[in-house]
């Protein structure tokens, strides 16, 4: 998988990038837009970031259930092995309190993610703030991603091309695996 990221001024840029993503079979699952301008976006009809998109939720939510998971299997270990309660903890017990700590794990991890911006999307935090429009375009293949990438250039050069990165979703990293285009 590929994500290709775009800035542009104005509204109007969006709407006709997103016309040429159609024209290229690019749905509107396959894209959205990170903007300030949400009802600009909406009235445009164009694919507005979700609250899973702009947020960090799945991110550390992913990062707090693998804490969790293994908190809660030390927690077992530790309860099998010691006994405090002087009862042996068999294989189901055992399973319970990983799964319960881990899904609390989860839980606390989607809350934090819930008031951080998705990791992917701080580098163009200031440009968002000052009214910028980030058009991320999510492909299955590098080839498609290449010629949706030439397409955009030829066609929309008041787009500035940011970056590109393989979608993949790193746990343990909190940055993009892209390099930004130098300015």
Do not use: C
Request: charged share 20%; hydrophobic share 45%.
């Amino acid at each position: 998988m590929r994500t290709l990221y775009y800035l542009m001024d104005r509204l109007v840029t969006a709407r006709a990038m997103a016309d040429t993503l159609r024209e290229l079979n690019v749905d509107s699952n396959g894209y959205y837009i990170v903007s300030q301008d949400h009802d600009g976006l909406r009235r445009s009809e164009l694919h507005d970031a979700s609250v899973l998109e702009e947020t960090d939720l799945v991110h550390t939510g992913l990062r707090g259930a693998l804490v969790g998971g293994i908190a809660g299997v030390l927690f077992a270990l530790w309860i099998a092995i010691v006994q405090p309660f002087g009862m042996e903890v068999g294989l189901i017990a055992f399973l319970l309190i990983a799964l319960l700590i881990g899904n609390f794990g989860a839980w606390v991890g989607g809350m934090v993610g819930l008031s951080h911006e998705n990791y992917r999307l701080a580098p163009f935090h200031e440009a968002i703030a000052h009214g910028k429009y980030l058009l991320v375009v999510n492909l299955r293949a590098a080839a498609r991603a290449r010629k949706v990438k030439e397409v955009l250039h030829k066609r929309h050069p008041d787009a500035r091309f940011e970056a590109e990165d393989s979608g993949a979703m790193h746990l343990l990293s909190a940055r993009p695996d892209y390099h930004l285009r130098h300015h």
